[in-house]
């Protein structure tokens, strides 16, 4: 089945600064990479998601690069502000849209200082 | 997001017991999933559903019970709960190339 991998663990940054969260994927069936943005005692959000039929996409502070390839994708936040402080998760979808059934990355934990 | 909402929110029970956890959505999405939280381990598939009475395993499917009976409920069930499944358990649903996997608020599970 397929295996995300997401790197790195925790991520502290400085307000302004730019954060880059990675992730690697197994299965090259793969077309679909969402990510998450989990605040603490919330549930999962969904911020942005890339199809493998485009290498990048942007939404105003956040962008994902997508590698198909090499089979990895990044997150992307620049301008980081304390309200990006959140657990992100990146995901990719093993079954071809199945019900956009996700197989999840272990969490990155963003710290954004004031 | 109202379209998905789980009870209970919070949850003890001991260890044996037979707990429910329930799922209601109200987007009609086809697709129902169950996931579980664990740190260290991220989010887990349980079980999934792609329609009313089809169900199928996830990658930690052992001691846990789902059924379909209709569309918008996907309740989960712990037939004789263990301490190993203390979690936080998430439902959450899509519909293929309409809309994308949205999340209920979970439900903090502790077996004593």
């Known amino acids: 089945g397929e295996n995300v991998e997401q790197h790195p663990s925790t991520l502290s940054v400085q307000e302004g600064d730019s954060a880059v969260i990675k992730c690697t994927y197994s299965?090259?069936?793969?077309?679909?990479f969402p990510w998450y943005k989990q605040e603490l005692g919330k549930r999962p959000q969904l911020i942005i998601d890339?199809?493998?039929?485009?290498g990048e996409k942007k939404d105003q502070r956040i962008a994902v690069t997508l590698n198909k390839t090499a089979k990895h994708f990044s997150l992307h936040i620049t301008e980081t502000q304390p309200e990006d402080s959140a657990v992100y998760f990146c995901?990719?979808?093993?079954?071809?849209?199945?019900?956009?059934?996700?197989?999840f990355g272990g969490g990155t934990r963003l710290m954004v200082k004031p | 997001d109202a379209g998905i909402t789980q009870s209970p929110r919070y949850k003890i029970t001991e260890t044996g017991r037979q707990v429910t956890l329930m799922c209601h959505q109200t987007?009609?999405?086809?697709?129902m999933f169950w996931y579980r939280q664990d740190l260290g381990h991220g989010l887990r598939l349980i079980y999934y559903?792609?329609?009313?009475?089809?169900?199928d395993k996830g990658e930690v499917p052992d001691g846990y019970v789902v059924s379909r009976s209709k569309t918008e409920n996907f309740p989960l069930t712990l037939e004789s709960a263990t301490r190993s499944q203390t979690s936080v358990y998430f439902c959450?649903?899509?519909?293929?190339?309409?809309?994308?996997?949205?999340f209920g608020n979970g439900t903090r599970l502790t077996v004593t």
């Open positions: 299965d090259s069936a793969s077309n679909y």
């Open positions: 559903s792609a329609a009313a009475d089809i169900t």
């Open positions: 987007w009609s999405h086809s697709y």
């Open positions: 890339i199809r493998s039929n485009v």
């Open positions: 995901a990719a979808n093993p079954y071809n849209n199945a019900g956009n059934m996700l197989t």
């Open positions: 959450a649903s899509s519909e293929p190339d309409r809309d994308p996997l949205h």
